[in-house]
Nanobody
Framework: QVRLVESGGGLVQPGGSQRLSCAAS????????MGWYRQAPGKERELVAT????????NYVDSVKGRFSISRNNAMDTVYLQMNSLKPEDTAVYYC??????????WGQGTQVTVSS
């Protein structure tokens, strides 16, 4: 089992920045990939960014490239999502995800990010 707890959400003005954190606990050594997803009202959950354990390779959805940055610590027990130049369309509940080497997936509870003036 892997437990994930997100933090850092809230209200931010358009053009502003925010950093989300995801603290992982449990069987962390089994985690191969961690990522951030988001779900806006009335829309399906979408992938935002992922980062691998080996090499720290990253992947981003096109809509956030150049604005968001995912990072992790070496222990892979904390993952961050730095969000810059935020837009109203970035408003969503952001979820942390961990995928193990055996392709099991774990989710956090989510944190609300609202971009509004």
């Amino acid at each position: 089992q892997v437990r994930l707890v997100e933090s850092g959400g809230g209200l931010v003005q358009p053009g502003g920045s925010q950093r989300l954190s995801c603290a992982a606990s449990g069987f962390i050594s089994s985690v191969n990939l961690m990522g951030w997803y988001r779900q806006a009202p009335g829309k399906e959950r979408e992938l935002v960014a992922t980062i691998t354990r080996n090499g720290g390779d990253t992947n981003y959805v096109d809509s956030v490239k150049g604005r968001f940055s995912i990072s992790r610590n070496n222990a892979m027990d904390t993952v961050y999502l730095q969000m810059n130049s935020l837009k109203p369309e970035d408003t969503a509940v952001y979820y942390c995800n961990a995928e193990t080497f055996l392709r099991r997936s774990f989710w956090g509870q989510g944190t609300q990010v609202t971009v509004s003036s």
